[in-house]
């Protein structure tokens, strides 16, 4: 194989690559963050559901609630905790923006600037919000 055609291909994977990477990090937030309270499928059912005073929503029927479009930007305030209205309904959901937040600086290394920390808050909440759009019921 030429020189060439290795370029085209690695090139070609890099997206793929790319994908899976905020797909794999979304699905780990998710068990990490979510589950505990949404349960690993998504439904509702999780371990800490029962402790809770307010019903916990079914994730995967906000798009099918929604008039089929998955709700990107209401779930990002959701998840970063700007929203605590709507679809969660109460603020018993803890603010993971504030969380990933506090994470940064240990995470990004002591010369982060504050638009270094604002990205990792965005890239987390949408790795998370793309896993979630993996949960949703034909």
């Known amino acids: 194989m030429s020189i060439r055609a290795c370029l085209i291909t690695a090139l070609a994977a890099m997206p793929a690559a790319a994908l899976a990477q905020g797909a794999d990090l979304g699905a780990r937030e998710f068990m990490n ?17 029962g402790f809770l005073s307010g019903s916990v ?56 600037s504050e638009s270094d920390q604002e990205a990792f808050v965005r890239a987390r909440v949408l790795s998370l919000i793309e896993y979630v759009s993996t949960l949703q019921a034909d």
């Open 57 to 112: 929503p079914d994730l995967t029927q906000l798009q099918k609630e929604n008039g089929g479009i998955f709700p990107v930007t209401a779930l990002y305030g959701i998840i970063d905790g700007t929203d605590t209205s709507g679809v969660h309904g109460t603020s018993e959901m803890p603010a993971w923006g504030d969380r990933y937040k506090a994470q940064a600086p240990r995470m990004l290394g002591e010369f982060y």
């Open 33 to 49: 963050s979510c589950a505990q309270c949404h349960g690993p499928d998504g439904t509702g059912g999780g371990v800490m559901a």
